[in-house]
């Protein structure tokens, strides 16, 4: 607050605050009253507490007004000023947007970061949803689990299985969300993917040509079997002419591969 034109009386003025879009005792403390000014004082200070809370709401203002000088003194062009509080919270969010594991890690860990002051505990919950990736066969899905933060904790780590299967698949997916905070509000990145990376080459020959003496009596065709699964014996059929006739048998898993002869 500054006086200007005569300084040699005393002067005062009274001052107070208006919500504008902040208000008071959520955003700031209301202040009023009168500033008076000694002779040869030109300056004083309006001290306004402003609330530190957790919610994500932007900037927002309030106003202050000059009003009823005494003293003689009258008032000058500016009565009112605006102001602005920004806000410093960006909510609860997950850290990452995108999150990827194989599927015979086991589970996959998924943070979630709180963005807000942290002073108060607060909640949000947390679901799944199937995209290409199916609740039951490629993960183990929730739905609305809460996740409660205590003061001054700052992260929080969900952990999803991830079940392991011995078909050859493309990459899967699906979705992680957050919704229904309780003392805080969301952040911008409420959604994420997470991709379940497959593990499972299928048969395949072992190398790309093979050469054999005529009087060998047996080709030795070594086919690797690269699923999770390699308990059981499975039946085959291998191409011998390119006039399309086969010649079926039974190759059996040894030492994680399938040993196969005729």
Not at 27 to 42: N, Q, S
Not at 137 to 151: E, I, K, R, V, W
Request: net charge negative; glycine share 10%; hydrophobic share 40%.
């Amino acid at each position: 607050m500054q006086r200007t034109g005569d300084t040699n009386t005393v002067v005062g003025v009274h001052y107070n605050t208006v919500d504008g879009t902040a208000t008071n005792g959520f955003k700031y403390c209301a202040v009023a009253g009168t500033l008076t000014f000694g002779a040869g004082e030109t300056n004083k200070t309006i001290i306004v507490p402003i609330l530190d809370e957790g919610f994500v709401e932007g900037t927002e203002s309030f106003r202050v007004l000059l009003s009823n000088p005494t003293g003689g003194a009258v008032l000058g062009p500016r009565l009112i000023v605006s102001v602005s509080i920004t806000d410093n919270d960006v909510g609860i969010q997950f850290q990452f947007a995108a999150y990827s594991v194989t599927e015979d890690a086991g589970e996959v860990m998924i943070c979630v970061a709180r963005g807000d002051d942290g002073n108060l505990p607060v909640a949000v919950n947390f679901a799944t949803t199937d995209v290409s990736a199916t609740n039951g066969l490629d993960y183990t899905g929730t739905t609305n689990t809460p996740l409660s933060f205590a003061p001054q904790e700052r992260l929080k780590w969900v952990t999803v299985p991830i079940l392991n299967n011995s078909l050859k698949q493309p990459n899967r997916n699906f979705r992680v969300t957050l919704a229904n905070p309780a003392g805080a509000t969301l952040g911008a990145q409420t959604l994420a993917y997470v991709t379940i990376v497959d593990n499972d080459q299928g048969f395949q020959i072992e190398r790309a040509s093979y050469t054999v003496a005529e009087d060998a009596g047996a080709a030795l065709i070594r086919v690797l079997r690269g699923t999770d699964d390699t308990n059981s014996a499975l039946p085959w059929s291998m191409p011998l002419r390119t006039d399309g006739n086969k010649r079926s048998g039974l190759c059996r898993h040894h030492e994680h591969a399938l040993l196969c002869a005729w």
